[in-house]
């Protein structure tokens, strides 16, 4: 399939490159036309039915460039994505694109150069056979004791006292606040249920509830935080007059047969040799990949790589969007986790830093072991990895294998088939030593 973009990098110092690229005339035509048919979908113009406006004529009565203008807002990112493909590029950070001079008729490509970081060069040092700290697997009866007492905490139940609240008591209560004598919007409440020591009212507010019984009203001071969201009540003093409704305790049950049956096990011992089978499975998966990343760490320090400045800054700035993504996929937006961890976003992204700079240091090197390994995925290996992907498709892993070819995409698979296959290697190879004790 002939490019959609064609490229030449050439090296520049940083641990950067440029790419010069060009967009083939028949992909600029396309999008030319494209533009121009959104530009003329609501245009009136007389002998020619609304929304089938010619290219020619749109460009007529806007002008060529501001429809290449158009085309390119559009299209540039999906281009940019082209160009890192052709040239087989990862990129690190933001890239700086520069648009060359437009084709002022058709048959001419438009070129553009793209500045953009990559993945350090590493030189290796020994990376076979070294020694490497592994944790030992360790299910101690104190770890089971505590998953039961999770068990216990889930199927607990609630049941009414009449002794005075505590900690970890569920409190129903009516309560009315007042500043100053006088009730304030949003003060007053009835039948609101209260779990004493979470921290999730106000300061004071649960703490005044400590030892009251069913029954019995107390007025408790509080004060409100100088940052409390509504602003007309931060920082004022307050009293809450608050009656006690109902006051319940977790009861647990004890731990024998009768609670196994409960949580699906014939008998205690069933459910502990089921918690430590659990445990162990979950315990090992970690300690593996915990040994895996420390083999490569291991190899990045006898290796030389240097990691400039710039190159850190922008794989800390990715890392800080992969969070934000994740934040916003539970319903928490930047400005409010900015809030929350009182930093600005500068001060997150500089914190960040050792940490990118560390992940590049280990692309570095596994980019590094895979040369000199020679490490080259067969197309066995890479139908293998494909074959859920192909079955969710409805083909066979074959057939996936040359759609990606074809758009290029098998390179990104290649690069993460290699890189596993390179830390495998380093692991299978490395001299586990007992973890010293943190």
Known sequence: MRPYVTTTVSELPESRVSIACEVSPAV?????????????????????????????????????????????????GFWYAEALAESDIEPVGDPKIEIGEMPTEDGFPLPFTVEVGVIPTAQLGDYLGIEVEREELDISDEKVDEEVERLREQVGRLEPTDEPAADGDTLMINYSGSIDGEKFEGGTA?????ELGTGRFIPGFEEGLIGAKKGETRNVDVTFPEDYQAEHLAGKE???????????????????????????????????DDIVARMTEAEERRIKSEFREACIDAVAEKAKVEVPDELATGRASEMWERTVRALAGQ?????????????????????????AEQSLRREAVIAALVAKEGINPGDDELEQALEHSAEHEGITPAELLEKLREDLRDRRLIRELSARKAVDLVEERAKPVPAKAS
């Open 238 to 272: 307050a009293v809450f007059e608050m009656e006690v409704t109902e006051v319940r305790r977790k009861r647990l049950p004890e731990v024998d047969d009768n609670f196994a049956t409960e949580v699906g096990y014939d008998s205690v011992q069933e459910l502990r």
């Open 331 to 355: 319903g928490i937006s930047r400005e409010a986790y900015l809030q929350i961890a009182d930093k600005s976003e500068e001060e997150m992204l500089e914190e960040a830093k050792p940490d």
């Open 190 to 194: 009835g039948d609101q249920t209260i």
């Open 28 to 76: 600029l035509r396309k999008a030319i036309d494209k533009s121009a048919t959104k530009i003329g979908k609501n245009l009136k113009i007389p002998g020619f039915r609304k929304g089938h406006v010619p290219t020619k004529v749109i460009i007529s009565r806007f002008g060529r460039e501001a429809v290449i203008d158009d085309a390119i807002r559009e299209e540039l």
